[in-house]
T-cell receptor, first 109, second 113 residues
Framework: DAKTTQPNSMESNEEEPVHLPCNHS???????IHWYRQLPSQGPEYVIH???SNVNNRMASLAIAEDRKSSTLILHRATLRDAAVYYC??????????FGKGTLLTVNP | SQTIHQWPATLVQPVGSPLSLECTVE??????LYWYRQAAGRGLQLLFY??????ISSEVPQNLSASRPQDRQFILSSKKLLLSDSGFYLC????????????FGDGTRLSIL
């Protein structure tokens, strides 16, 4: 499975935008880029996913580089409830998601 | 809307005892189903996934097994639990096609004594 690289931790202030980076230089042409987040003692929550084009939903935006070797999850206005571990995952045709260590996002009031 | 139910929420079992965790999905048909485990302070590890009734793929050799007796029911079992089986067990489902997102249950926190 293609791997992703994320910073271990990031910090943001409430109501400011947050850009969470992810590198996936070995991505294949059929791999989708998924983002999930996990709060303590809860199951992961789906955030967004995309293939080639940038994507927007009510939770976040996903910006995908033209060569697809990196992507950025954008939270437009961070709230305290956005504090979580964020996982960037590549998913191909084999149904499987391989979770790494993710990025621990801290949001300061 | 679709929902996923997983129980029990917490479980304390002695070493060597059997295990049965159940997961059911409502509001969809023919989902892909998954079992994950998260050990303390570590990432999620995929244990099993299923693309249909009776079709189980194992990702990690261990003393756990999974079964899918009905379309929307996924069961994780063990005949004899080990201390190393402690962890947070999560069931998830995804719609077809395979690029669809996975939706997770609330998990079962299993402690082995």
């Amino acid at each position: 499975d293609a791997k992703t690289t994320q910073p271990n931790s990031m910090e943001s202030n409430e109501e400011e935008p947050v850009h969470l980076p992810c590198n996936h230089s070995t991505i294949s042409g059929t791999d989708y880029i998924h983002w999930y987040r996990q709060l303590p003692s809860q199951g992961p929550e789906y955030v967004i996913h995309g293939l080639t084009s940038n994507v927007n939903n009510r939770m976040a935006s996903l910006a995908i580089a033209e060569d697809r070797k990196s992507s950025t999850l954008i939270l437009h206005r961070a709230t305290l409830r956005d504090a979580a571990v964020y996982y960037c995952i590549l998913s191909g045709s084999n149904y499987k998601l391989t979770f790494g260590k993710g990025t621990l996002l801290t949001v300061n009031p | 809307s679709q929902t996923i139910h997983q129980w029990p929420a917490t479980l304390v079992q002695p070493v060597g005892s059997p295990l049965s965790l159940e997961c059911t999905v409502e509001g969809t048909s023919n989902p892909n189903l998954y079992w994950y485990r998260q050990a303390a302070g570590r990432g999620l590890q995929l244990l099993f996934y299923s693309v249909g009734i009776g079709q189980i793929s194992s990702e990690v050799p261990q003393n756990l097994s999974a079964s899918r007796p009905q379309d929307r029911q996924f069961i994780l079992s063990s005949k004899k639990l080990l201390l190393s089986d402690s962890g947070f067990y999560l069931c998830a489902w995804s719609p077809r096609p395979v690029s669809g997102p996975q939706h997770f249950g609330d998990g079962t926190r299993l402690s082995i004594l």
